[in-house]
């Protein structure tokens, strides 16, 4: 069974920096897509950013692009979020999700997903 676990949120202020990690465990994952997503109190939950794990191609969120980088580490079988520039709307709880079908990297829905972690809350103080 597939785990995705992401510990690193946590609190940061506006303008500042933070990493989140999902390792993954339990399945192989040479033909899957990897995404974030982040639901902020009161609203739908909602892509960030996502990657083939074959290959490396991504896809990002228009308001995230050029800030957030996605990248994953096949040899630790594990997904990064590097995330610049915070603003305070980017306070959410933060989740790993995987799709066993490779193309969900290009346009990811949390209904195309196979697999998700808990999730990680990040806040940005202003």
């Known amino acids: 069974q597939v785990q995705l676990v992401e510990p690193g949120g946590g609190l940061v202020q506006a303008g500042g920096s933070l990493s989140l990690s999902c390792s993954a465990s339990?399945?192989?994952?040479?033909?899957?897509?990897m995404a974030w997503f982040r639901q902020a109190p009161g609203k739908d939950r909602e892509s960030v950013a996502a990657?083939?794990?074959?290959?490396?191609?991504?896809y990002y969120r228009d308001s995230v692009t050029g800030r957030f980088t996605i990248s994953r580490d096949n040899a630790k079988r594990t997904v990064y979020l590097k995330m610049n520039s915070l603003k305070t709307e980017d306070t959410a709880v933060y989740y790993c999700?995987?799709?066993?079908?490779?193309?969900?990297?290009?346009?990811?829905?949390?209904?195309?997903?196979?697999?998700w972690g808990k999730g990680t809350l990040v806040t940005v103080s202003s």
């Open positions: 339990g399945g192989t994952f040479t033909s899957h897509a």
């Open positions: 999700a995987a799709s066993t079908t490779y193309t969900t990297y290009a346009s990811p829905s949390p209904s195309s997903m196979n697999y």
């Open positions: 990657i083939k794990w074959s290959g490396g191609s991504t």
